[in-house]
């Protein structure tokens, strides 16, 4: 059973960064592809970032101001988000355990943690 635990949301004001972290744990966890989605209030889980054997994919609205990575002795995922605008804000989660489907798709990923909040003010 695969355990994801998302820390480090928050409340920043626009252009500030935030540092978020995925710590996962389990047997049948795979750090060969990962994950983040974030979602906003009554909107859809959409994809925010995501590694595939080594490649990483972005959404193009975060393109240039978040970078995703991981440290894979501390099976931790990252994502490094800069200039943060207010439309940011959501809730993030990572997510894990690949099927088949575009690297955007929440229909992608078995296993998901609980979520972060980040809150971005203008």
């Known amino acids: 059973q695969v355990q994801l635990v998302e820390s480090g949301g928050g409340s920043v004001q626009a252009g500030g960064s935030l540092l978020l972290s995925c710590a996962a744990t389990g047997a049948t966890y795979s750090a060969a592809c990962m994950a983040w989605f974030r979602q906003g209030p009554g909107e859809e889980r959409a994809g925010v970032a995501s590694?595939?054997?080594?490649?990483?994919y972005y959404a193009d609205s975060v393109k240039g101001r978040f970078t995703i990575s991981q440290d894979s002795a501390k099976n931790t995922l990252y994502l490094q988000m800069n200039s943060l605008k207010p439309e940011d804000s959501a809730v993030y989660y990572c997510?894990?355990?690949?099927?088949?489907?575009?690297?955007?798709?929440?229909?992608?990923?078995?296993?998901w943690g609980q979520g972060t909040q980040v809150t971005v003010s203008s």
């Open positions: 997510a894990t355990g690949c099927r088949v489907g575009t690297w955007d798709s929440q229909f992608a990923y078995a296993d």
């Open positions: 590694v595939r054997r080594g490649t990483t």
